[in-house]
Structures are given as C-alpha cells and as structure tokens.
C-alpha cells in the first residue's frame, strides 16, 4: 500500500465535484446498497476495512450510510462502486482517497479502484438500520 495520496488514482480526469461525470449503472436487482454481510475471506477484510471509513461530517461509516453500491476483487485488483450523498460533495476527495487506502491496507489488495455511480440515486432510505442508531447518536432523528 501507498501511504501517499499523489499517485494518479483510477479516475484521473476528475474534475471539481459540480462538474463531475458519474457512471450511469442500473441496478435491475435493486440490492443497493451493499454491505458484504455475506462475504467470506479477502473480501470480507476489504468490506471490514470500508466499515473504517466515515463521513468526514459525522461519524458513520460510507457502508452504514449506504453509500457502498458493490465490490468486486480479482487479481489483486478491489474494485469499488461506490456513489455519495450528493453529486456536489465537498469531500469527494477525501472520501475515494481512503477508501482506496483503506482497500489497498487489506492484504493480497495490490490495487483498488473505486467508480462513482450516481444510479440509483441515494437517499436517506438506504442508510442501515446501523447508520440510522450512528446518525440518532450524532443528533440526526428519524422516524421510527
């Protein structure tokens, strides 16, 4: 694993969060988002390692916010679909720089590639029954 953020991540033309183009991808099964409940061995451990990372403005894992859409591992290689809150993120960056790192930390991950997808489009209603108790903490209610 790197420990620096300058090498050239999967989405190297990225530009600023208004102008971002994301992926346009279907989900026919509609099991979005993920949360790797069932995953055994490696997989497991990158799905653990994705739990690490929370919401730079408030304290919930991207998993337990629903943000998490697959994850695939071949090769060496984790490839992430992931989306955000909302297509103008201010921490976009912040956000796929560690869930990169975090993916690549994982032993036998040599590479991890993470694609913004913006279908289906996320919603509060996608938030795990974990995330909603985090976000009850954090102050956030919901109905019950």
Not at 17 to 40: I, L, Q
Request: hydrophobic share 35%; charged share 30%; net charge negative.
């Amino acid at each position: 694993m790197s420990s620096d953020y300058d090498r050239p991540r999967a989405d190297t033309d990225a530009t600023a969060c208004s102008y971002t183009e994301y992926e346009t991808k279907e989900h026919a099964d509609g099991e979005v988002p993920v949360t790797g409940k069932n995953a055994t061995g490696i997989e497991r451990d990158v799905w653990a390692a994705l739990y690490e990372v929370e919401d730079p403005e408030m304290p919930v894992s991207i998993v337990d916010l629903g943000l998490v859409y697959g994850l695939t591992i071949e090769s060496g290689t984790a490839d992430i679909e992931m989306t955000l809150t909302y297509s103008g993120c201010p921490a976009r960056e912040i956000i796929l720089e560690e869930v990169e790192a975090v993916a690549e930390s994982v032993d036998d991950i040599e590479t991890a590639e993470v694609h913004l997808v913006w279908s289906p489009d996320w919603s509060m209603d996608m938030v795990t029954d974990q995330g909603k108790e985090s976000l009850r903490e954090f102050g956030l209610s919901f109905e019950q």
